[in-house]
């Protein structure tokens, strides 16, 4: 059974960073598209990033030149760097693990339904 937990997640004044981590365990990441959505309230949950097994990267418009998406598969780790945070970025972030447009962890994609496990999310709230 797959599980991810996310982990980073916190409090910030407006301007500052944040690193998310996602812990896998029950797949081999190396193989697997992965990614971070966020859910504010009232909204749906959007894909930020994206990042596939051959290490082609996606963002969002609204988190380009912010955010960096980057994996460690020896640790069945990856991350969400967040730098210059606003109040907008105030939502639940969960990370994701999924198939890919090639099947096979490949063809890195913003679209929800390319990815299929999920984890709890973790809070991050950004005050002015």
């Known amino acids: 059974q797959v599980q991810l937990v996310e982990s980073g997640g916190g409090s910030v004044q407006s301007g500052g960073s944040l690193r998310l981590s996602c812990a896998v365990s029950?797949?081999?990441?190396?193989?697997?598209?992965v990614g971070w959505f966020r859910q504010a309230p009232g909204q749906e949950r959007e894909v930020i990033a994206a990042?596939?097994?051959?290490?082609?990267?996606i963002y969002a418009d609204s988190v380009k030149g912010r955010f960096t998406i980057s994996r460690d598969n020896a640790k069945n780790t990856f991350y969400l760097q967040m730098n210059d945070l606003a109040s907008e970025d105030t939502a639940r972030y969960y990370c994701?693990?999924?198939?890919?447009?090639?099947?096979?962890?490949?063809?890195?994609?913003?679209?929800?339904?390319?990815?299929?496990?999920w984890g709890q999310g973790t809070q991050v709230t950004v005050s002015t």
């Open positions: 990042r596939d097994s051959n290490g082609h990267s």
């Open positions: 994701a693990t999924g198939d890919g447009q090639g099947g096979d962890g490949t063809g890195v994609t913003l679209e929800k339904s390319f990815f299929q496990s």
């Open positions: 029950g797949n081999d990441i190396a193989w697997y598209l």
